[in-house]
Every structure is written in structure tokens, then in C-alpha cells.
């Protein structure tokens, strides 16, 4: 059975919380119950891991080097914009992974337009609110298919 892990950065655990006006009315359990049903429906065992520190998020992307985890959907939050070490753990597990944004940070403030995790990964998914999370694993899962059809 397939493993992927989604890794959620710091704030994203204020869901209907925070900022509705951007980031909708639905809560940060409403999206983990749609991750997990989500992981049911592939028959994929997914994981869900939220933090406010940057050093938790380090430390689970290598954990998943460890566990074999096949694929990563990553929301860094604010960590996206400036974490040299986030980028550099997701680099160096390799690990196909993809970020995702609920909002469009290229329509927002001029600082959110930058991403240093981005090049690093597979792809990136903005502005479709938690839908772009089953679009990232939807896009996960068709990588490592891809990637089978080669071997």
C-alpha cells in the first residue's frame, strides 16, 4: 500500500479561524476528514501532520526518508517564502513531493509571490482552497504511477 504523508505548516491549524475571508469557513479537522476519506477512496495510507515549528516540519520529512513514505503534499505556510532548511530537507530525502497552497499567493501580498520551496518540488498547487489538497494527491499518486511504468 502506497504512503503519503501531508505536512501542514504553522497557522494552517486555524482553519475557520483564521482569516475566513481568505481561507474559507471549513476547520482544520474538516480538512484532515478529507485527507483521510480521500486516503480511504485510493486505498492509500495517508498521514497527516500539522506544526508551528520549523524544526517538527525538518524532522518529519526525514522521518519519512526512514519510513519509506512514497510521496509528500506539503502546505509550508508562511515557512514557504523563506525556509532554506525546509526546502533543503524536502531536497534531500527525495521524495516526490508537492506544495500546496490554499490561496492563490501569487494574487496576494508581493512577499507571498516567492517560493523557495517550490523549485524543489514536483509540482505546486495555489488558490483552490482545500480541494488543492486532493488535487495533490491526486497528483502523487499519478507521479508514482508514471514513475512505475518506467522500472
Given amino acids: 500500500m502506497k504512503k503519503?504523508?501531508?505536512?501542514?505548516?504553522?497557522n494552517i491549524n486555524f482553519l475557520g479561524i483564521r482569516e475566513a475571508s481568505i481561507y474559507g469557513q471549513q476547520t482544520y479537522k474538516d480538512l484532515e476528514e478529507m485527507i483521510i476519506?480521500?486516503?480511504?477512496?485510493?486505498?492509500?495510507?495517508?498521514?497527516?501532520?500539522q506544526s508551528n515549528s520549523e524544526g517538527d516540519i525538518i524532522n518529519t520529512i526525514q522521518e519519512a526518508?526512514?519510513?519509506?513514505?512514497d510521496g509528500i503534499v506539503i502546505?509550508?505556510?508562511?515557512?514557504t517564502h523563506y525556509s532554506i532548511a525546509i526546502r533543503d530537507a524536502i531536497a534531500s530525502v527525495?521524495?516526490?513531493?508537492?506544495?500546496v497552497h490554499i490561496s492563490n499567493i501569487h494574487?496576494?501580498?508581493?512577499f507571498r509571490h516567492q517560493s523557495?520551496?517550490?523549485?524543489?518540488?514536483?509540482?505546486?498547487?495555489?488558490?483552490?482552497?482545500?480541494?488543492g489538497y486532493m488535487l495533490g494527491i491526486d497528483g502523487i499518486i499519478s507521479h508514482l504511477e508514471e514513475k512505475e511504468s518506467f522500472v
Fill in 4 to 10: 503519503i504523508l501531508v505536512i501542514n505548516g504553522p
Fill in 37 to 49: 476519506k480521500k486516503g480511504e477512496k485510493e486505498n492509500i495510507n495517508i498521514t497527516v501532520f
Fill in 65 to 69: 526518508y526512514y519510513d519509506k513514505v
Fill in 75 to 79: 502546505n509550508p505556510g508562511a515557512y
Fill in 94 to 99: 527525495n521524495i516526490p513531493t508537492i506544495e
Fill in 107 to 110: 494574487k496576494r501580498e508581493a
Fill in 116 to 131: 523557495v520551496t517550490a523549485p524543489v518540488c514536483v509540482g505546486q498547487i495555489a488558490g483552490l482552497g482545500l480541494k
